[in-house]
C-alpha cells in the first residue's frame, strides 16, 4: 500500500522526506536498542517498597554519552544531568542519616565518614550488586572498549538513579532506596576508629591508576574450625603483592591490603 501510494507522489516530494524517514528509522533503532528496566524496577520495588513506573527519567538514567545520535538530541539526554542532581541528593540523604545517627561526632569526623560512604569505590561495588551495569546503554564504541563495568560508571549511573528516583517519586523514595543499598551496610564500609580501611585504600588506588582491581585470594587456612588462621595474598593482575594472616578472612585481608599498600609506596 505505500508503495502504491509514493507512486501518486510527485518525485520532488519523496526527495524532501525521505531525510525524515532516515531520522525516523534511526529512532526506532536507538529505541530497540534500550534495555528492558522492568525486571530492575520490581527489584527495587521490593527492596523499598515504592511503586515505580517505567519513565523516560528511569531510562535516561542509564544512557551513556557514547550513545547519544547527535542527528535526534543533545548531550543533555545522556544520564549526565541526572547525576549532578543524584549526586546533590545523596550527599543530602547520607548527611542527615550520618547527623541523627552519630550525634557525638564533631564536623570533621562526619565529613570524614561520609567521604568513606560516598566514594567511587563504594557506589561503584554497590552498583554492581544492584546490577545496574547489565542496563547501561551504551555506544558501539564504548561497548568495545568494555567501559560498562568502570568503577567510574557504575559510579555515575548509581548517582543518576537517584537523581530519577528523587524527580519521579520524591525525597522519601530516594531516601529508602539509599538506605537499603547502601546506608544498612554503614558498619562494614565505615572502619572502627582503631582500624584504618586498607582495602578500601587499595581499591582507590587501583582505580585511579586504571588498574585491574584487586583479588584477595585465600592461599591457606590453618588449625582446627574453632580456631582457624587464614592467610590471604592481594593479586592485581598477574602479579602477587601482600600477604597477610589473621583469624578471619576480614582481618587477614586488612592486613594484605595493608603490606600491598607499602609495596607501591602508596601514602597511609
Not at 42 to 54: A, D, F, K, R
Not at 113 to 119: C, E, S, T
Not at 182 to 199: A, C, E, G, M, R
Request: aromatic share 10%; proline share 4%; hydrophobic share 35%.
Amino acid at each position: 500500500m505505500l508503495l502504491a501510494l509514493a507512486d501518486t507522489m510527485p518525485p520532488s516530494f519523496l526527495k524532501n522526506i525521505k531525510p525524515l524517514f532516515e531520522l525516523f528509522k534511526k529512532w526506532l533503532q536507538k529505541e530497540k536498542e534500550k534495555p528492558d528496566l522492568t525486571r530492575l524496577l520490581l527489584q527495587i520495588q521490593e527492596l523499598t517498597g515504592t511503586i515505580l513506573h517505567h519513565s523516560e527519567l528511569f531510562e535516561q538514567a542509564f544512557i551513556h554519552s557514547s550513545a547519544i545520535n547527535p542527528d535526534l538530541e543533545t548531550r543533555n539526554s545522556s544520564y549526565e544531568r541526572l547525576e549532578f542532581l543524584g549526586d546533590a541528593v545523596l550527599e543530602l540523604i547520607v548527611s542527615e542519616f550520618l547527623y541523627k545517627n552519630f550525634p557525638d561526632h564533631s564536623e570533621g569526623k562526619l565529613t570524614q565518614i561520609r567521604a568513606q560512604l560516598v566514594n567511587q569505590t563504594t557506589l561503584a561495588l554497590t552498583s554492581k550488586e544492584i546490577g545496574f551495569g547489565n542496563y547501561l546503554h551504551l555506544g558501539k564504541g564504548a561497548e568495545k572498549d568494555n567501559i560498562r563495568n568502570l568503577h567510574s560508571i557504575l559510579c555515575d549511573i548509581y548517582e543518576s538513579f537517584v537523581g530519577a528516583l528523587y524527580l519521579e517519586n520524591g525525597y522519601d523514595a530516594a531516601w529508602r532506596f539509599v538506605h537499603e543499598t547502601l546506608l544498612v551496610k554503614h558498619h562494614t564500609v565505615i572502619p572502627s576508629p582503631d582500624t584504618q580501611n586498607y582495602k578500601g585504600l587499595l581499591y582507590e588506588f587501583c582505580q585511579k591508576g586504571n588498574k585491574e582491581d584487586p583479588e584477595f585470594v585465600v592461599t591457606s587456612e590453618d588449625g582446627p574450625d574453632h580456631n582457624k588462621e587464614f592467610t590471604i595474598t592481594v593479586i592485581i593482575g598477574k602479579q602477587s603483592y601482600g600477604s597477610g594472616v589473621g583469624k578471619s578472612k576480614k582481618e587477614a585481608s586488612q592486613i594484605a591490603a595493608k603490606k600491598t599498600l607499602e609495596m607501591l609506596d602508596v601514602s597511609i
